[in-house]
Nanobody, 123 residues
Framework: QVQLVESGGGLVQTGGSLRVSCTAS????????MGWFRQAPGKEREFVAA????????DSARSVKGRFTISRDNARNTVYLQMNSLKPEDTAVYYC????????????????WGQGTQVTVSS
């Protein structure tokens, strides 16, 4: 079985920075694509960023481009999301997920999901 565990969420002020982490256990994810998604209450789960663990290719949503950076540390089976210039609109539960299909933006192509970590951005 594969488990994904997010950490690092918290409360920050507008314009602040936060880094959330996702650590995988049970398997080696060096050949898996990883993604970050977020969901605010009453809203659809939306794509945030993705990374191909093997090639280092990244993609991100237009709403976070230039502010969020996804990265990886395969030795630790960990993916990170560095969030800068945070806005109240970024407030959500952030989920990491793993896919065997490589980089992807559609959540239905992800096989494994973490429990999420809350990120709250206040004015």
């Amino acid at each position: 079985q594969v488990q994904l565990v997010e950490s690092g969420g918290g409360l920050v002020q507008t314009g602040g920075s936060l880094r959330v982490s996702c650590t995988a256990s049970g398997r080696t994810f060096s050949n898996y694509g990883m993604g970050w998604f977020r969901q605010a209450p009453g809203k659809e789960r939306e794509f945030v960023a993705a990374i191909n663990w093997n090639g280092g290719t990244t993609d991100s949503a237009r709403s976070v481009k230039g502010r969020f950076t996804i990265s990886r540390d395969n030795a630790r089976n960990t993916v990170y999301l560095q969030m800068n210039s945070l806005k109240p609109e970024d407030t959500a539960v952030y989920y990491c997920a793993a896919t065997s299909l490589g980089i992807a933006t559609n959540p239905r192509f992800y096989n494994y999901w973490g429990q999420g970590t809350q990120v709250t951005v206040s004015s």
